[in-house]
């Protein structure tokens, strides 16, 4: 519980009041037509739709995610946040040739790349999967929201997720695309300014550069282990050894109790006890710190290994038993001794083996930079690709995609140097919905009164934010995709933007049932939704910009096996304990093979696209990569110059 | 219940979708 002072209140009162400002005065704006309530008229400056960008990739849910895979993973978390590079490349490539074929959203351009039932299969499907997606994204954005009124206000989890979600719906409601621009903008600035006081606020609660490193250097070696839920009423023990020589590094002396469940205090006291542990050198005990023969530890539930490697950094292999030693399993190969492994950006444990083997970051290279030439190959693809069409000209959309995303960069390295200062400070949490949660406990347990309520002013921005755009574009889907396509296009721009405002009604209460899907553990759930969601349909939203030959038919199927493999392979499957939870690189490549064995025959079984719809869109949007019959049929028909 | 709502979601737009096309075709023919 945080404790706000009269200070703290007038920063919040003052934002609130600048946010219905801002709804009132663009309410008339966007009434005047749905072009100017979804995209603003089209006449926005560059840096306009860049604080945007950058806006759109900085939620309430983002610092969560991240200090998740940077309390975890160290400096070399943060290559989980690398994908969005992806914009680096789009911004000279794929936005250009969005941006050029002047549609609203990608179900319209769709319906330009592609023509005919399986274009209009497509585009009934998209705009039905973006409704579920932008409900998906308002459930974890809410959750984020209600474990940091949690956090504050000892809340129930339900409560910041209702209030502020609603409180987003109505701002939204009010004030159309327009509404949402702005409040990006003010959002970009707020958020940038509290984002570099609260991360160098936690560099210097733990002591400032200097002493985090020399304090990293001397922790001891730490493992995360979940102890297996049916290893109840039995004893366990740990054996750690070197990784070359297979020498004993640390082991159990004696064995400790597992049991079916221990109190709440106890729990407490286990967990303050490995991090005692891991912050002082332990000049009279050596080897396994914790957990020891005095320990009763809770089958099911996550713990810290801890142990003195002395000033050996060599490379260890961490196995447990729970039957006195006749059969062991292995829980971490390749792991590192000590603490100081956390500050390299290439902590490597191996090809494949390990926390963090080359091949998931050679993944993660091929998805970030390759990405850039498809269209949707990130979800965020989808709300950039309405920030693109409202930019004025080609070139203002290509620099605005290029700047938010530099930005998004820089700003995640700011973050993760206060969550390495968090570890620091609390070392061995061994549970993720509580870690992940590092970046705020430093803003709003260390801050000083008054900067406190401007960090809330600062959250409820960002929360805001992230709210209206998706309510706004999954409106727009609803309405100009789905009602004023295929219901009733001779509806009235007044009727129009009345669908808009039910639908986003509708949006909302999608996003709270959610909400109790998610849960909360975050982190999980947002790799999943970032990266894994979308592995089956990568490459074909990479081949309908850079092949001509890639047809409808081929898109679609992809979409439609890849929702039903991806949500089986990484969350069904393995609850219900038919295959193991898989390293998340290895989920990516196995949903691109499974993927490829349906798109790809039914692409060369079906007739490629029409040849007058292909020039038309050709000579419109002028794509790079494997077009060279289209490009032959439009110069023979004088549709572009031929060289 | 997660990925139900995903599919119905999409098979909603692409129904409609459907109807919609075969209705353009029968008015054309």
């Known amino acids: 519980m945080i404790t706000f002072q009269f200070l703290d209140w007038l920063w919040i009162v003052l934002f609130v009041a600048l946010m219905v400002f801002f709804g009132v005065y663009f309410y008339r704006m966007g009434k005047r037509s749905q072009s100017d309530f979804f995209l603003a008229g089209r006449g926005l400056p560059w840096w306009l739709p860049a604080s945007s960008v950058y806006a759109t990739h900085t939620a309430t849910d983002t610092p969560i995610w991240v200090a998740g895979v940077v309390y975890k993973y160290g400096f070399s978390g943060l290559w989980y946040a690398f994908f969005s590079a992806w914009c680096a490349i789009s911004a000279f490539v794929s936005t250009r040739i969005f941006r050029r074929s002047l549609a609203y959203s990608q179900a319209e351009w769709q319906s330009l790349r592609f023509g005919g039932l399986g274009a209009e299969l497509l585009r009934g499907w998209l705009a039905g999967w973006q409704v579920f997606m932008n409900m998906f994204i308002l459930g974890w954005v809410g959750i984020a929201m209600g474990k940091i009124c949690q956090m504050i206000f000892g809340w129930d989890l339900w409560m910041g997720l209702f209030i502020f979600t609603t409180l987003g719906a109505i701002y939204v409601l009010s004030s159309g695309y327009w509404g949402v621009v702005m409040a990006d903008f003010q959002q970009g600035v707020v958020a940038f300014l509290i984002i570099v006081i609260v991360s160098i606020w936690g560099v210097v609660a733990a002591g400032g550069p200097d002493e985090i490193i020399s304090r990293l250097n001397s922790y001891s070696s730490t493992v995360e282990w979940e102890v297996p839920a049916d290893w109840e009423n039995r004893r366990g023990a740990i054996r750690i050894t070197d990784a070359e020589t297979g020498k004993a590094v640390a082991e159990s002396d004696g064995s400790f109790a597992i049991a079916t469940a221990i109190s709440e205090e106890a729990q407490a006291r286990l967990e303050s006890e490995a991090a005692a542990m891991i912050k002082s050198k332990q000049e009279e005990m050596a080897g396994l710190l914790f957990p020891t023969a005095e320990d009763e530890i809770q089958a099911g539930e996550k713990y810290t290994i801890v142990w003195d490697s002395g000033d050996s950094d060599s490379r260890v292999n961490v196995d447990v038993t729970a039957d006195g030693g006749s059969s062991w399993s292995r829980i971490a190969s390749q792991h590192f001794s000590g603490q100081a492994w956390r500050l390299n950006f290439f902590s490597f444990t191996g090809m494949f083996e390990g926390q963090f083997p080359v091949a998931w970051f050679i993944t993660m290279m091929i998805i970030a930079l390759i990405g850039g030439f498809g269209m949707g190959t990130s979800i965020d693809w989808y709300p950039e690709a309405q920030r693109i069409q409202s930019a004025k000209t080609v070139r203002d959309a290509s620099y605005s995609i290029w700047a938010g995303s530099a930005l998004v960069l820089i700003r995640n390295s700011i973050w993760a140097a206060a969550i390495i200062g968090f570890f620091v400070l609390y070392p061995g949490i061994a549970d993720s919905g509580e870690y992940e949660m590092a970046w705020y406990r430093i803003g709003f347990e260390y801050l000083p009164v008054g900067l406190i309520g401007f960090l809330f002013a600062g959250v409820l921005a960002i929360h805001l934010s992230t709210v209206s755009t998706h309510l706004n574009l999954g409106a727009m889907y609803a309405t100009r995709d789905f009602y004023h396509h295929y219901v009733n296009p001779k509806a009235s721009e007044a009727s129009l933007v009345k669908v808009g405002r039910i639908s986003t009604f509708v949006l909302l209460l999608g996003s709270f049932v959610f909400g109790v899907i998610i849960g909360e553990e975050i982190t999980a759930w947002l790799i999943f939704a970032l990266w894994i969601m979308a592995a089956g349909v990568w490459l074909p939203n990479i081949l309908q910009v850079i092949w001509w030959r890639f047809n409808s038919w081929g898109y679609l199927s992809a979409w439609m096996a890849n929702l039903g493999l991806s949500w089986l392979v990484v969350w069904i499957l393995p609850r219900f304990g038919v295959i193991p939870a898989l390293p998340d690189y290895l989920q990516f490549w196995i949903l691109i093979v499974l993927n490829a064995l349906v798109y790809l025959p039914v692409t060369f079984m079906t007739k490629p696209e029409n040849l007058d719809h292909l020039v038309a869109y050709y000579a419109m949007s002028r794509p790079i990569g494997f077009w060279g019959p289209v490009r032959k049929e439009a110069e023979r028909r004088g549709l572009i110059p031929s060289n | ?29």
């Open chain 2, 1 to 29: 219940l997660g990925m139900t709502i995903a599919y119905v979601a999409s098979f909603v737009g692409m129904i409609f979708a459907y109807l919609h096309y075969k209705k353009r075709e029968r008015k054309e023919s």
